[in-house]
Structure formats: structure tokens, C-alpha cells
């Protein structure tokens, strides 16, 4: 299983990027496909997932309303739209699969997304 993270960049306070995940291989391992954000000197934190079939999704309590995680129609290309970001939503963004909700045991190579005030 390959994942290929893109789309980051610098944008200013309130501003739009969207990230892309671009998967490929076995696919009963691409079950679940989840975005995580990471600062340094501190824990990897779970941003949003989707089911990859089903398209069932989930955020984390910070991001709920301002992020959109979503699929292509081919199933092989995950998005997050990002929206009114703020300066806390710097950090490097990886994107991961995993056969289940709770384990994700293949990660994209990260991207970085930073928000100036």
C-alpha cells in the first residue's frame, strides 16, 4: 500500500487549502484512510477519517465544521478540504490506511500546512 500526500502550503488566517492522498494498492488494506497532523515536539494528532467504501466519516472536535474529508469516485484519492483555517492548524499533515478504524499501519510521507495571523 503506497499513499502520496499533497497540497499543502503557506495560506493566511481564514483561508482555504485542500490536502490530497493519493492511495494505491491492496485494497482490503485501504479500508479506512485518515488524516493526522503533527507539531514538532508533540504526539501525532487524528484529524478526520473515511470509511473508503461506505464513506462514513469522522472529525476530531477541533476541526468539526471548518474540514471536510471526502473520496473520489475511483476510491483511490482521499481529500481534505480545509477551511477557515487559524494558526493552530499548523503542522505537518500525513495521510494513513489501515484495515480498520483503530490501526492505521500504512502513512503517506507528510505535508506541510502553515497558517500565518
Known amino acids: 500500500v503506497q499513499l502520496q500526500a499533497s497540497g499543502g502550503g503557506l495560506v493566511q488566517a481564514g483561508g482555504s487549502l485542500r490536502l490530497s492522498c493519493a492511495t494505491s494498492?491492496?485494497?482490503?488494506?485501504?479500508?479506512?484512510i485518515g488524516w493526522f497532523r503533527q507539531v514538532p515536539g508533540k504526539e501525532r494528532e487524528f484529524v478526520a477519517r473515511i470509511n473508503r467504501i461506505g464513506g462514513i466519516t469522522r472529525y476530531a472536535d477541533s476541526v468539526k465544521g471548518r474540514f471536510t474529508i471526502s473520496i473520489n469516485g475511483a476510491r483511490n484519492t482521499v481529500y481534505l478540504q480545509m477551511n477557515s483555517l487559524k494558526p493552530e492548524d499548523t503542522a505537518v499533515y500525513f495521510c494513513a490506511a489501515g484495515v480498520d478504524s483503530g490501526s492505521y499501519g500504512y502513512w503517506g510521507q507528510g505535508t506541510q500546512v502553515t497558517v500565518s495571523s
Open positions: 494498492g491492496r485494497t482490503s488494506s485501504r479500508n479506512f
